[in-house]
DNA sequence: ATGAATCGGGG
DNA sequence: GTGTACGATTCAT
C-alpha cells in the first residue's frame, strides 16, 4: 500500500534483535499512524592503509567478541579532499560507540600499528543520522510503501514501510494542539499537585480537589490521586498531536512525575504506551512522550527568541505581554497560597490557572509554525529542534549539508580540547561606546546579515584559509595574516550561499503573496529560518564545542566587520553625521538639524554604492530621543544599555530593565517610571523628586513589605551551599523556627537592620515586619542603584537624591 | 583582578 | 548515553 503521511516525531526500537526507526504521523485523512522501517547504524574509519586496516580491524573485533554487519571501502570528502574510508555497518545503534573503541586502539597514537588514522561519525544518534541520510525536511509529508502491521500502540494505523519518500507538499495539516499547567504548593512540607489546566480547540477544563463552588468548566475530584489519573485520562481522551507547556521539561511534567510515583498512578500519555521518558540533555532533561510531541515553549523562547525579545526575564508573563499583548491573571503567590489552605478565593486561582494554560496555546500557535520551518532547514524534528541552541541549529545544519556533499562530519572535539579552546581569545565586533547622556532626533542603521554576507564575499572557511594556491593573491584579512582562496569554494560559504539564495528567492515570492494567506505565512516563517541559521554560523567557527571551530575564521569575519563599519563611521562623520553609538554591525546616527530622515536616506544612498556586492546597510528606524549608557558609567556588565522612545511613545529599552526577581518591585518600579520621566516627559527634575520622595518613603517606612520582598530559589539542597547568600540564610532561619524547607523552594525574604552582612540580616518575610527593615539597604543598594542606572549619565549623584 | 559559585524558567 | 548548558552576575580570595 502507499501511503502519504505528515511526520511528527521520529525514535526507534529494537524489535527480535533488528533496530527499527519509528516514524510518527497523520495520514492526509487525520488518522494518527505509526511507520516502521528497518535501518542499520554505522560509522566510518580513516585507513593509513585501507587492505591492513581491514584485516587488522576484524582481527580486533572477533577477539573482544563483537559482531558487526559488514565493512566496505567508500570514498567522502575530508576538508573537501577525496579520501578512501571504511564504512562500518553495525547491528545495533549502541554497538557504534562500542566496535568504535575496539577499533581505535589501532591508532598510532593510542599503541596501535597506526593502520587506522581515526574514527568518524561514529557518536550520531541513530534516528538523527536517518533523517539526514534519507534527505527527510524533520516536519513534512512523506510517502511511505508497505504493508500492514500489528501493534498494540494507540494508533489508528502501523505500517511496515520498504520505501519512503519525501514529498514536496509545504502544507500543514491541521494538528491538535492542548496546552497544560498544573499549580502546585507544599502542604505539611510536601510539595503537591492542586490543580492542573487543559486548553485546547473545545477544551478548556481545570481540575481539582479543594472544594467550593466552581463553574461548569472545573472538575472538582476527591483527593490528588484522583487529580492524577483524572490528568491521565484527559491526555488520552483529548488525544492531542502536541502537548504543549511552558517550562513544563523542568517542571509540570517532572512534579507531574514524582506526584504520579508517590500515588501509584502510572503516568501512561505516550502512544506505544510506554510510561514518560526524561531523557537528560544536558542541564535540563525533556520529558518525552512517544508519539505525541511534548513541546515546551520555554526552551525555544529562551534560545532562540530571547536575544530579540525586550524583556529580559522570560517569564510567562513577560513574554506574553510582548508577544501576545496579553498577560497573567495577577495574583499574589502569597494571597493565592492562603486561598488555598483556606479553601476561599478559589475560582480566582482556577481562573488563574486556565489563563496560564491559554497564554501558552497561544504562544504555541504563534511559535510552532516558526518551530516548524527550522525543522525543515534544519532537518531534524521538532521535538529536538524546540530544545536546540543557535549552536546545535547551525550543527545539524552543517551536518546535514555535508552529507548532501559527501563531506565526513568532524568529530565533536574531547574535553580538554574545548577547554583550550575556551581560553582561545580573539577581538570582536568594533564597539564605539555611546556619547552618554540624552540624545534626539536618531536614527538607528544596521548590516543586513552582517557576518553572512562577509563569509561569502570572502570565502571564510576552515580548508580555505591561507590556501597554497592562493599564497599572495588570496582575500586578504584586515590588520591579521591569513588569506583565503580565490579559486574554490569553501565548504560553509557554499552552505551560507545556499541558504541566502533560498531566503532571497522566497522574499521574492513573498512579494507576489497576500500577507493574510497561509503561504505567505508559511514561506515568512520559512526566510526567518533561513535567516537566523545563517547568522548564526559566525558564532559556530568560534563557539568551543564546535564540529567545523576554526578560531581563524571567526576573527577573520570581526576583522572585515570592523573593517566595513569603520569605514562607514567615517563616511558619516565625513557627510556631517554624528554617530552617537555603533557596536558591530549597528550605528546610531544624529544631525545637528532637525532633517535626520532625508540626511539618513541620502547617506544610505551613497554608502550601499560603495560598498561591495553583498554588503548592504538598512534602516532599522527613527527615534525622537534616546538616553545612552556607557560601559563605565555605572558599576555593572559589558551589554549595551539604552533606551529610545520612537514618535509614537514607544519606549524600547535594551540591557536597562531590572526586572530580575532577585530585585525588590519597589526598585524595578522606580527605574521604570525614572525613564518614563526623562524620556518621555523630558522633565529630569520631576525624575528627581520622585527618587527623592521614594527615598523619604523608605526612611518614613511609608512603603509596602510586599514591594520590598527579593525572591530567590534554593536550586539545591540546604546543606549543600558553600556559599551563604542572602536566601540561604533566609531558609535556615525558616527551618530553625520548624518550617519545613527543601530543594526548589522560593523563599522570600527581607533585608533587616541590625550587625552583620546582607545575608545575616535576610530574614524571611514571614517573620519580619516593615518596622525592622534596613531602609538603608533598601535605598543604597536596590532604589539608587535602579534609578542611577539611567540618572548617572545625566549627571545627577547618589548624594542628590538621598540626602 | 581572578576564579568559584550561583541563577534562570515553573509554583 | 537517543547531547550531562551556558552566559550573566555576584561572592570570596
Known amino acids: 500500500m502507499k501511503l502519504k503521511f505528515f511526520l511528527l516525531d521520529t525514535d526507534y526500537i529494537i524489535e527480535k534483535g533488528i533496530s527499527k526507526i519509528r516514524l510518527w504521523g497523520k495520514s492526509a485523512d487525520g488518522k494518527n499512524g505509526v511507520v516502521f522501517f528497518d535501518s542499520d547504524p554505522y560509522f566510518y574509519v580513516l585507513p593509513s592503509d585501507i587492505k591492513r586496516a581491514k584485516s587488522e580491524i576484524e582481527r580486533a573485533l572477533e577477539k573482544k567478541k563483537l559482531r558487526i554487519k559488514g565493512i566496505e571501502e567508500v570514498e567522502k570528502k575530508l576538508s573537501g579532499e577525496l579520501r578512501g574510508f571504511l564504512k562500518i555497518t553495525c547491528l545495533l545503534p549502541q554497538d557504534t560507540q562500542k566496535v568504535r573503541d575496539a577499533i581505535k586502539v589501532l591508532e598510532k597514537e593510542r599503541g596501535g600499528t597506526g593502520s587506522v588514522i581515526d574514527e568518524y561519525e561514529y557518536a550520531i544518534n541513530f534516528y538523527r543520522r536517518f533523517l539526514i541520510d534519507k534527505r527527510i525536511d524533520g516536519n513534512c509529508w512523506l510517502e511511505i510503501e508497505g504493508e500492514k502491521k500489528d501493534t498494540d500502540y494507540r494508533v489508528d494505523f502501523a505500517i511496515n514501510a520498504r520505501k519512503i519518500n519525501v514529498l514536496e507538499d509545504i502544507s500543514i495539516p491541521e494538528l491538535k494542539l492542548l496546552a497544560f499547567d498544573i499549580e502546585t504548593f507544599e502542604v505539611a512540607g510536601k510539595k503537591r499537585i492542586v490543580m492542573a489546566s487543559f486548553y485546547g480547540r473545545g477544551l478548556k477544563r481545570v481540575l481539582t480537589d479543594q472544594k467550593a463552588s466552581y463553574p461548569d468548566w472545573v472538575d472538582l475530584v476527591k483527593d490528588e490521586r484522583e487529580l492524577l489519573q483524572g490528568i491521565v485520562k484527559t491526555f488520552q481522551g483529548y488525544n492531542p498531536d502536541i502537548i504543549v507547556t511552558y517550562y513544563g521539561d523542568s517542571f509540570d511534567f517532572q512534579v507531574l512525575n514524582e506526584r504520579c510515583q508517590a500515588n501509584k498512578v502510572k503516568l501512561i500519555i505516550s502512544k506505544d504506551k510506554s510510561e514518560t521518558k526524561f531523557t537528560r540533555r544536558a542541564r535540563i532533561s525533556s ?353 549595551k544599555r539604552y533606551a529610545l522612545v520612537d514618535k509614537n511613545g514607544e519606549l524600547l529599552i535594551r540591557g536597562l530593565e531590572t526586572v530580575r526577581r532577585d530585585w525588590c518591585s519597589l526598585a524595578k518600579e522606580v527605574q521604570r517610571k525614572v525613564l518614563v520621566f526623562v524620556l518621555k516627559e523630558k522633565d529630569l527634575k520631576r525624575a528627581k523628586d520622585y527618587v527623592k520622595g521614594v527615598v523619604e518613603k523608605i526612611r518614613k517606612k511609608e512603603v509596602l513589605l510586599r514591594d520590598l520582598i527579593i525572591y530567590e530559589e534554593l536550586t539545591k539542597p540546604i546543606e549543600s551551599y558553600k556559599q551563604i547568600g542572602p536566601h540561604v540564610m533566609a531558609a535556615k532561619k525558616i527551618r530553625e523556627r520548624g518550617g519545613e524547607v527543601g530543594e526548589g523552594m522560593l523563599v522570600m525574604f527581607v533585608i533587616t537592620r541590625g550587625t552583620g552582612s546582607i545575608s545575616e540580616r535576610a530574614e524571611p518575610v514571614e517573620f519580619s515586619s516593615l518596622e525592622e527593615i534596613d531602609s538603608d539597604y533598601y535605598i543604597h543598594h536596590q532604589v539608587l542603584p535602579a534609578a542611577l542606572r539611567v540618572l548617572q549619565v545625566l549627571g545627577v549623584k547618589g548624594e542628590e537624591l538621598a540626602c
Not at 474 to 498: A, H, M
Request: proline letters at 3%; hydrophobic letters at 35%; a positive charge.
Open 287 to 639: 520529558a518525552r512522550l512517544k508519539g505525541i510531541v511534548h513541546i515546551d515553549i520555554f526552551n525555544f523562547i529562551s534560545n532562540i527568541l530571547s536575544p530579540g525579545l525586550q524583556t529580559e526575564v522570560l517569564t510567562l508573563d513577560a513574554v506574553s505581554s510582548e508577544l501576545l499583548g496579553d498577560r497573567k491573571i495577577e495574583v499574589d503567590y502569597q494571597e493565592m497560597l492562603e486561598a488555598w489552605r483556606k479553601g476561599k478565593n478559589l475560582l480566582k486561582l482556577a481562573e488563574y490557572c486556565l489563563k496560564d494554560a491559554e497564554l501558552t496555546y497561544r504562544l504555541a500557535e504563534l511559535l510552532l509554525p516558526q518551530s516548524f520551518e527550522i525543522s525543515k532547514t534544519v532537518g531534524q524534528i521538532c521535538f529536538d529542534v524546540s530544545r536546540m541552541t543557535y549552536g546545535q541549529l547551525v550543527e545539524w545544519h552543517l551536518s546535514r549539508e555535508a552529507n548532501e556533499r559527501g563531506e565526513i562530519i568532524p568529530n565533536q572535539p574531547k574535553y580538554a580540547e574545548i577547554l583550550k579552546r575556551k581560553k582561545a581569545t580573539y577581538v570582536g565586533g568594533f564597539v564605539k561606546e555611546p556619547t552618554a547622556g540624552i540624545h534626539e532626533n536618531i536614527s538607528v542603521l544596521d548590516f543586513r546579515s552582517l557576518y553572512p554576507s562577509l563569509i561569502v564575499s570572502f570565502n571564510i572557511s576552515p580548508e580555505t584559509l591561507n590556501c597554497d594556491c592562493c599564497r599572495g593573491d588570496g582575500y586578504r584579512v584586515p590588520g591579521l595574516d591569513y588569506w583565503f582562496c580565490k579559486r574554490r569554494q569553501g565548504f560553509i560559504p557554499s552552505v551560507i550561499k545556499g541558504l541566502i539564495e533560498k531566503r532571497g528567492e522566497i522574499k521574492r515570492r513573498l512579494k507576489e503573496l497576500k500577507k493574510s494567506s497561509l503561504e505567505y505565512k508559511v514561506f515568512n516563517n520559512r526566510q526567518y529560518a533561513l535567516k537566523i541559521i545563517a547568522n548564526a554560523t559566525y558564532g559556530y567557527f568560534g563557539f568551543a564545542g564546535s564540529k567545523w571551530y576554526s578560531k581563524e575564521c571567526a576573527e577573520s569575519c570581526t576583522a572585515f566587520g570592523r573593517y566595513w563599519i569603520k569605514k562607514t563611521i567615517e563616511e558619516a562623520k565625513n557627510r556631517g553625521l554624528e554617530v552617537i553609538y555603533a557596536d558591530t554591525d549597528s550605528l546610531f546616527l544624529k544631525t545637528r538639524n532637525k532633517e535626520i530622515e532625508r540626511e539618513t536616506e541620502e547617506f544610505l544612498d551613497y554608502i550601499n554604492k560603495k560598498f561591495p556586492g553583498v554588503l548592504e546597510l538598512d534602516l532599522q528606524g527613527y527615534y525622537e530621543r534616546g538616553i545612552f549608557i556607557p560601559k563605565g558609567a555605572s558599576k555593572g556588565t559589558a551589554k
